[in-house]
Structure formats: C-alpha cells, structure tokens
C-alpha cells in the first residue's frame, strides 16, 4: 500500500466549526489531491496541489481551502462546517499528471450536526 | 457501514463465475485508464490501468478491454471469488489534468 495516512479517521463536529483535515505521505510524491465521496456522485475533487504552496482547485472548492508547506503534508480546511459537507473525504497521491496512476489514504468521516 | 454504494448498479454473480464490469468514459482525449476496487470502509485500491494505444492488459485474474471507438472500458475477473465483493469504478485521464471517475457499479460475489 502507498504511504498515505489521514487524520483523523473519523470527526463529528457542530455547523459553524473550523475542522482540518491532514493527509500525510511518505512517497516523496509531487501531487496530492483531496476528494468527497458521496452517495450518487462517486469521488469529486476538491482541491489539488502540484508542488509545495502550489495548489489548485477542483470541481467543488466553495467552503474549502487547502495547504501545502511541505511536500509530505497537504491539510484540508473546512473554516465554518456546514451540513452539507457531510462526506467521507480521500486524500490520493500521485507522481505527476497525465498517465499517472493516484493512490489513495483511508479515508475520512465527518459527520457535521 | 459504507454508504457510496447507496445508488450503484449492482452485478450479482455466483462464486467461481466470471464477472464483467462495464464503463463508458466521456472524453475521446482520454489516453490513461485504470480501474480501482473499493471495499465497504476503505480507500479505493487500484487494480490495473491501460493506456491508449493497448486495446488489451491482463493483470492477475483481471483483463482490462479498451474499446476506443465507441469509449469503452471493461474489467473482466476470472473465477470471482466471496474477495471480490466490492465496488468498482473507473478512471480516465484526459491529458495532462486530474483523473475523472464514474460512479462505480457495486459487484456482489454469491456463495
């Protein structure tokens, strides 16, 4: 399995709370990317990171905000939970992009109340 | 327990029997395929991948086919085993940006 661990594994938090969200790998990979998983929609991207303190976003960015200071550590910020982002959230790794295959960590569950 | 697989499609198959897992992918640019597993709980796992000038790869009791004509992607797995249960999607990658995932279909290995 590729070195990829999130914390924590599972949150439950009130609406309005900040919550991060931290993905950690030893695979000295240049990409990271950060997914919701949600019944009827598969995987969604919600932000990615080519590079230290390069980052992107992905097709539903609004309400997060991402960090990378170091190439192992890429943090996921969630700066007031709503109900709506309930969701199971992957953090995938990869050595480029474009015919590169994307490993994924464990996973996340929040659960926002 | 796991809640993705709510509203998949569903293939049913009886152990020792092969499955096969269709996909369609939308973007005729696409030239980097790979097929992932998720179990109830866990992380997708990845499985095998293709790239577009192969119609054919074959993996360990996996074939991956590569329709691009009519942009088609199928996983086979020979003898499918009680192990197999999970959910399967697809991926395709478009060039030189993020991969794009279908929604999976959910494979149920009878006993």
């Known amino acids: 399995d590729a070195g990829i661990t999130q914390s924590p594994r599972h949150k439950v938090t009130e609406t309005g709370t900040p919550v991060t969200l931290r993905c950690h790998q030893t695979?000295?990979?240049?990409?990271m990317y950060w997914y919701r998983q949600d019944p009827g929609h598969g995987l969604r991207l919600i932000h990615y990171?080519?590079?230290?303190?390069?980052?992107d976003k992905g097709e539903v960015s609004d309400g997060y905000s991402v960090s990378r200071s170091k190439t192992e550590d890429f943090l996921l910020t969630l700066e007031s939970a709503t109900s709506s982002q309930t969701s199971v959230y992957f953090c995938?790794?990869?050595?480029?992009?474009?015919?590169?295959?994307?490993?994924f960590g464990p996973g996340t569950r929040l659960l926002v109340l | 327990g796991e809640s993705v697989g709510l509203h998949l499609p569903t293939l049913s198959v009886q152990e020792g029997d092969n499955s096969i897992i269709n996909c369609a992918y939308s973007?005729?640019?696409?030239?980097?395929f790979i097929w992932y597993k998720q179990e109830s709980g866990k992380g997708p796992q990845f499985i095998i991948d293709?790239?577009?000038?192969?119609d054919k790869r074959q993996g360990q009791r996996v074939t991956v086919l590569l329709n691009k004509t009519v942009k088609h992607l199928s996983l086979q797995i020979a003898a499918t085993q009680p192990g197999d249960s999970a959910v399967y999607f697809c991926?395709?990658?478009?060039?030189?940006?993020?991969?794009?995932f279908g929604k999976g279909t959910r494979l149920s290995v009878i006993a």
């Open positions: 995938a790794i990869s050595g480029g992009q474009g015919q590169e295959t994307q490993y």
């Open positions: 990171s080519y590079g230290v303190k390069d980052t």
């Open positions: 293709i790239r577009s000038n192969m």
């Open positions: 973007n005729s640019a696409s030239d980097y």
């Open positions: 695979e000295n990979h240049r990409y």
């Open positions: 991926a395709e990658s478009p060039g030189n940006t993020p991969l794009v």
